[in-house]
């Protein structure tokens, strides 16, 4: 069976500091990968997404960046927080080249907190 | 003009009553509808999805499409304190496609016991 792992659950970062949380699925290869962010009370908002290793696509021009180094691995970062960063961070999979119907997997999410 | 519009709640029912839970979105091309759950501080987790006009039943839930009105809702029976929860409407333009999904705010839902 497939599963996702998300580290670390919890991280709590001074401005200016830089941001590294990874993500991790087992038990698939080429999924289709994501990360979101999910601020207090709000809804998700889709910050990149990878359709295979070293492929990545930007929705939200900001201080963020995402890599793929290895299949199953995605990895969000950032060279300099800003407090506009805290959130739920969750990253998410779906089989790839399947119909839409098949649902995204959601990971256990990051909860990042920038004082 | 917000793509996928869910009323925020928060939406309070007793125990055992029916829960209403409505999303509308934008783009009328738009193919697959789904709705998630999600309880305080966890991720969200698939309830149902629908792409055809009318009804789809799950057990207690219900999802209704009206693709003309644009319009999509999740009906909840006999809910249950442990329906309380925020669920999230989330719309697929194109179902094949990687990107996919856009979800709307979410509707926080409280069940009374």
């Known amino acids: 069976s497939q599963t996702i792992h998300q580290w670390p659950a919890t991280l709590v970062q001074p401005v200016g500091s830089p941001l590294s949380l990874e993500c991790t699925v087992e038990?698939?290869?080429?999924?289709?990968l994501y990360w979101y962010r999910q601020a207090a009370g709000r809804g998700l908002q889709l910050l990149f997404y990878s359709v295979g290793i070293g492929q990545i696509s930007s929705e939200v021009p900001q201080n963020l960046s995402a890599s793929r180094p290895q299949d199953r691995q995605f990895i969000l970062s950032s060279k300099k927080l800003l407090l506009s960063d805290s959130g739920f961070y969750l990253c998410?999979?779906?089989?790839?080249?399947?119909?839409?119907?098949?649902?995204?997997?959601f990971g256990p999410g990051t909860r990042l907190t920038v004082l | 003009q917000k793509e996928v519009e869910q009323n925020s709640g928060p939406l309070s029912v007793p125990e055992g009553a029916i829960a209403s839970l409505n999303c509308t979105y934008s783009d009328r091309g738009s193919q697959s509808f789904f709705w998630y759950r999600q309880y305080s501080g966890k991720s969200p987790e698939l309830i149902m999805f629908?792409?055809?006009?009318g009804d789809k039943e799950d057990g207690r839930f219900t999802a209704q499409l009206n693709k003309a009105s644009q319009y999509v809702s999740l009906l909840i029976r006999d809910s249950q304190p442990s329906d309380s929860a925020t669920y999230l409407c989330a719309v697929s333009l194109d179902p094949w496609a990687a990107r996919q999904l856009t979800f709307g705010s979410g509707t926080q839902l409280t069940v009374l016991p």
């Open positions: 038990g698939t290869s080429n999924p289709n």
């Open positions: 998410a999979w779906r089989q790839a080249g399947t119909r839409g119907d098949n649902e995204q997997f």
């Open positions: 629908i792409y055809s006009n």
